[in-house]
């Protein structure tokens, strides 16, 4: 099988994120940078359909300015066979249309078996960019997947559904899934992968060349900090004071203890 | 101006996320202005149970191939409807059903599915979450055409919806899509549980869960000790349990369960949306967390800023100190 996987450079978890001046949208000076989650799981199961069948090919995809070519990499030094950066400045100001129309046009002339992308992005979290990528290229979908078997008539899929239910689904390929966090584990890549990741294919395309429409439906007017829900009280001092005085706290004014 | 809110059957009834997502279609315009749209194969009883409610008017989207639920069949049922009825917004609940569909279904009219909604505000301007709850996104869409919109579960109250007064049940029709089974590309299967549930979170007085914050696995018994002293249950959020540190079955939130108790503990929980809506319902609410800016905050009561591994010691021996 030939798979894509789409994945997208986001903020790192650990990395305090600040309104930018004009409050349109983050700071992205002193941001650490890292790969979505959801698409590391994508691409887990990518590298272990392969592995499993024994023959194929994993390709990944990413949009993005210069910065994303160290998320490409790892992606590469986890056991992709190679990658197309889709190179793109204005990222932020198209919408999931906008990017899903950039990266149905990069992929189309690969003719994949399979798309997978993570099921939603932790920076802007639309969760769309698979079902639009699906409704592009005019191929059946399925989202929060968890696993996925090849079968003789296409692909068998497990759905996670509310509440604990799941479901198997059957499709035909070329199809598109988004996968959900934790139904595989993720690898690390070793020394040996990062060294030869270094001489695989990273082939780059711009966004002009892709010809995509990039004038937003939606537009992002203004960001800003959630207002509080609650008046919370935070307790100082060392550690043990702090704990101290949350027992006292939850003894006498919540009485819970 | 007209609303199209598109509702969601779970078990036979219409579910609650639906209902919350009239309260936002109310937002936009009077109920006169709001259709309520059943589908399925049969929607005799949803669209009664749909036309005691504030609305305007309500439409049964019937065809055999609307059971079971597929992304073809909905995309392609709403697509006709929506082209008959022409509205000015289309709203949904953002359910995991509804992330499967409709932003194909929007895609189809060139628009973008303004997903997940926690505020709507004048314009209309549609408020979202950004960076996992840590910042708070105003949209407006730009251009022509029916406008999509989910509404996040827990967001809008449902309950003030019954108060409305009703001029009687609204009228219902039926609309017949023309669908071909060779347009369902997808074969689902029956819905199953997963695993047997043992641990039952949602009796528990008191809760502990830990979060991404603890590390490693080999960190847990710092948790696990806490709990004990408070005669807590252990709790996680989803990635521990996607890292098989702690069994699924004591996951808290969108995709786990949902809890209620007078004690939630939270430990290196940064407070993910999908987090929060199993647990913002507990009585008392504590968060111990090196980020003051945590999401988590804005829904604890009380709050510890700091390392786990300095905190969580410290008050394992201030609960036991408190008990002699």
Redesign the interface.
Known sequence: MKIIVAIKQVPDRDTPVRIAAGGKWIDEADLQWAMNEPDAYALEEALQLKEKSGAGEVIVMSAGPQRVGSTIREALAKGADRAIHVMCDDLAGRDALGVARLLAAAIKPENPDLVLTGLQSEDLGWGQSGVILAELLGLPHSTLILQVEKTDAGLKVKRELEEGWFQFIEMPTPAVLTIQSGGTKLRYATLMGIKKAKTKELRTVSAAELGADAAPVVVLEQIAAPKKQKSTQILQGSPKEAAAALVEKLKTEARVL | MSVLLVLEESRGRINRPSWEALAAALQLGPAEAVTAVVIGAQTEALAAEAAQKPVGKVIGVEHPLLAPYT??GFCLALQQLIQNESPTQVVFPH??QV???A??LA??F???????VVAIESGP?FV????????????????DGPCFVSVQAGAFRADTLDAQPSSGPAPITTFTPTLDATQI??????????SE?TVDLGSAQ?IVSVG?GIKEADKLPLVKELASA?GAELGAS??I????WLP?ERQVG????TVAP??YLAVGI?GAIQHLVGM?GS?????INK???A?I???????????LF??V???T???K??QQ
């Open positions: 992304a073809d359910t995991y992330r499967d569909y932003p194909a895609c189809r060139g628009q973008v599915l303004i997903g997940d301007v979202r979450q950004l960076m996992q709850g840590r910042l708070n996104g105003s949209y407006r869409r730009s251009g590309r997808t074969k689902p299967g029956e819905p199953f549980r997963g549930q008191r991404r408070l989803r990635p349990c996607d890292n098989g699924m969108s995709s786990g369960q007078k004690l940064s913002k009585q008392c609410i504590v968060a980020d003051p800016d999401p905050f804005e829904v604890a009561d009380y709050g510890i800023v700091g390392d300095e905190v010691p410290a008050l021996e201030a609960v100190a408190a």
